[in-house]
C-alpha cells in the first residue's frame, strides 16, 4: 500500500537523476533485518540520503499491525513518498521474509510498474530475532543489524542473522561506553562466527557512519550490473 505520492525530494530536486538502469532486468533487491531498535530504520534513512542522488532507490518496510517504519521514512523525507511502501504482515515479521513473501513481492512489483526501472529495493523486515533470514526469492542480499546496547554478547551467540548474512552492521558503537560493550570482543567473536563474510561496526547516525555500509552497497549493484550484461 501506498501512503502518499511524489516526484521529487523537498527541495524540488528529481530522485535518481543520476541513476543507471542499464538493461538490468530488475532491481537489485537488499533485505534489512535485525532485533527491534537495533537501528534498521535509521540504516535504511541513511542509506537513502546517501545514495538517492545517484541509484533510483525504493523501499519496502514490513510492520506487524502498522505502517509506522515507512511513516518514520516518509517524515524524515529520505525518498520522495511513492517510493516508500509499507507492507502490514499481520503475524510474525518471519513468515513475510521468508516463508509467505507474496505481499512482500507484490510490493516490489508495483514499485517497479510504477516508477520504471529501479538501480536497489530496500526490504525492511519488521523488528525480528537472529533467527530471522529472508527468502532467496525475495532478496539477492541480506544485511544483519545488531547493536551494542543489545549485548556485546550477541555475535558470540550467532543464529542465521549473525552467522550468514552478506553483510552484518554492528550499530550504535559510540554507546560503547556508555554500556560497557566491548568492541573489539564483538568484532572478534563476529570474525570467529561468519569466516569471510564481512561485518561493519558502526554508528549509521554518525557523520559519515553510514559511508561503509553505502559501500558495500555500490560493490553489489556493480556485481550484479556486471552479471546481468
Keep these: 500500500m501506498h501512503l502518499h505520492h511524489s516526484d521529487a525530494f523537498p527541495d524540488g530536486t528529481p530522485h535518481g537523476s543520476g541513476g543507471s538502469s542499464g538493461g538490468r532486468p530488475r532491481a537489485l533487491r537488499i533485505g534489512l533485518g535485525g532485533p527491534v531498535g537495533s537501528g534498521k530504520t ?5 542509506l537513502c ?3 538517492r542522488e545517484e541509484l533510483s532507490i525504493a523501499v519496502v518496510t514490513n510492520d506487524i499491525y502498522t505502517r509506522e517504519d515507512a511513516e518514520f521514512l516518509l517524515r524524515e523525507a529520505v525518498l520522495p513518498a511513492e517510493r516508500i511502501t509499507a507492507v502490514q504482515t499481520g503475524a ?7 516463508d509467505d513473501i507474496s505481499a512482500n513481492l507484490e510490493a516490489v512489483e508495483e514499485l517497479e510498474d510504477q516508477l520504471g526501472p529501479l538501480d536497489v529495493i530496500l ?6 530475532n537472529l533467527t530471522a533470514t529472508f527468502s532467496k526469492g525475495l532478496v539477492d542480499a541480506q544485511i544483519f543489524v545488531i547493536d551494542v546496547a543489545g549485548g556485546d554478547d550477541i555475535p558470540r551467540k550467532g543464529g542465521p542473522g549473525v ?11 559510540d554507546l560503547a561506553p556508555h ?6 570482543a564483538m ?3 563476529a570474525k570467529a562466527q561468519r ?3 564481512p561485518t561493519v561496526l558502526t554508528a549509521v547516525k554518525a557523520p559519515g557512519g553510514i559511508t561503509p555500509v553505502a559501500g558495500w552497497i555500490r560493490a553489489r549493484l556493480a556485481a550484479w550490473t556486471a552479471r546481468a550484461a
Aim: with cysteine; hydrophobic share 40%.
Design 42 to 46: 535509521a540504516t535504511v534513512a541513511a
Design 49 to 51: 540520503r546517501a545514495l
Design 92 to 98: 510474525c515479521p518471519h513468515t513475510a521474509i521468508r
Design 123 to 128: 526490504i525492511e523486515s519488521g523488528g525480528d
Design 163 to 173: 552467522t550468514t548474512s552478506d553483510l552484518l552492521v554492528i550499530n550504535k558503537t
Design 179 to 184: 554500556v560497557g560493550a566491548d568492541l573489539q
Design 187 to 189: 568484532a572478534r567473536d
Design 195 to 197: 569466516d569471510d563474510l
